[in-house]
């Protein structure tokens, strides 16, 4: 059991010694970024893993989905989710498109596909849809809506590495997904990120728009950035791939273990996965209903901080409510009710792999002594 605090994750680190042999190499050849070896490892790893012919990394999450809604030369509006974290909507916002938001399903908190299709105008161009805690969207309802209209799809799923339909990992659906690599994430590369996507067209492109849009020592061809990801990053990535199946199972026993305890108590609701998918247990949600629990979700909170345990309000505030967007056309959070009502009332617990079954059972006898 931790004597220290418990916080709401805790980076998966592989064994030093691994990690050391890994970037030893790094040191005979002086080669430390821009598409070097680890790079290019590790974009071959991840494309095995995620079954995926085409695979960018990036220096983080944002930089990668920022990058492929220019590469795919959106204009207009983008009908995406208020519940996520800020990158997704700033990501669309800074690239100079039109955020219009649909709520969200009341069971695992992604998309609606049911509210998308009244949103669409003749100015729409994409969904950016979310698999919030690496619950995958309803992906064959979102294709069919896009595909009726002309619409793109690109997936913000960047909790959602270690995600399978079936054989289909979340890399393969949409015309493209986004995957965060951060500290905080199932797999990391300390801070890093990938696209996946279809197609040579995009595939230089994104390429070349990560380093500032140079086709070869003579020829600039993108206004781009630079986005790459380096080879400590990429090195850590290949030790972390390693260990990624155990660290999953680890955590599927610490997400049994909070879905144990607390499904039963009136008013608390958990987020189990559904069927026919394989989860990587990335978060753990848990939403406190206060007329049934007896408590709200910051009570719940400031008991766990008495205790030195800090969960955090994964999505609280709904995007649409943050300051940086107030008095803009479209950015109102009682237009998505049910994203309003979840964000208002929910709590995501401490998960990581390591964390102990005792420790949980220790929170869980803390949200319990909460309720009535
Ligand atoms: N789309 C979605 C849906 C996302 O959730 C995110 C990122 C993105 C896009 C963008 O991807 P990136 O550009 O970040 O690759 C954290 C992460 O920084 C962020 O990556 C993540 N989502 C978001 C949900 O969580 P904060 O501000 O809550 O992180 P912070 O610093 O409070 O850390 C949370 C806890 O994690 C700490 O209490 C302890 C633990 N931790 C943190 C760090 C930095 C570690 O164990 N090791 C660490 O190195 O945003």
């Not at 008013?267 to 939403?287: D, E, H, Q, S, W």
């Amino acid at each position: 059991m931790s004597d220290s605090p418990i916080l709401v994750t805790r980076s998966s680190m592989p064994p030093f010694e691994e990690y050391v042999k890994e970037i030893e190499p790094l040191w005979e050849s002086h080669w430390l970024t821009n598409m070097g070896e680890k790079h290019r490892a590790l974009e071959a790893a991840l494309e095995n893993y995620l079954g995926v012919d085409d695979l960018a990394l990036f220096v983080n999450g944002h930089q990668a989905l920022e990058c492929v809604l220019e590469a795919m030369q959106l204009k207009g509006k983008v009908i995406t989710t208020p519940y996520s974290f800020a990158s997704t909507t700033h990501a669309i916002v800074r690239k100079g498109l039109t955020p219009v938001f649909a709520d969200i399903k009341p069971d695992d908190y992604t998309i609606d596909p049911a509210q998308i299709e009244s949103l669409i105008d003749e100015d729409t161009c994409a969904i950016v849809p979310v698999h919030v805690y690496g619950n995958l969207c309803d992906v064959d309802a979102i294709q069919d809506i896009a595909d009726r209209h002309g619409l793109k799809v690109i997936y913000d799923a960047a909790h959602a590495f270690g995600v399978f339909r079936g054989d289909r990992s979340s890399a393969t659906f949409g015309d493209a997904a986004m995957f965060s690599f951060h500290a905080t994430k199932v797999f990391n590369t300390i801070e890093g990120g990938a696209v996946c996507f279809r197609g040579p067209e995009l595939k230089t492109k994104l390429n070349r728009w990560k380093n500032f849009g140079i086709a070869d020592e003579e020829t600039v061809e993108y206004v781009g950035g630079n986005a790459k990801m380096n080879e400590f990053a990429a090195a850590m990535g290949l030790c972390n791939l390693r260990h990624l199946d155990g660290e999953i199972a680890k955590r599927q026993k610490v997400a049994e273990r909070y879905w144990e305890r607390l499904e039963t108590a009136p008013g608390v609701k958990v987020c189990r996965p559904a069927a026919g998918i394989t989860p990587n247990y990335a978060y753990l949600p848990v939403v406190f209903e206060e007329d049934e629990f007896g408590a709200t979700r910051n009570d719940v909170f400031d008991a766990l901080k008495a205790h030195d345990v800090y969960a955090r309000k994964y999505f609280y505030p709904l995007i649409n409510d943050f300051d940086c967007y107030r008095g803009r056309e479209g950015f109102d959070s009682s237009r998505t009710p049910v994203a309003k009502h979840v964000a208002d009332r929910v709590l995501t617990m401490p998960m990581y792999a390591d964390l102990a079954l005792e420790d949980v059972d220790r929170i869980c006898d803390i949200v319990q002594a909460c309720g009535k």
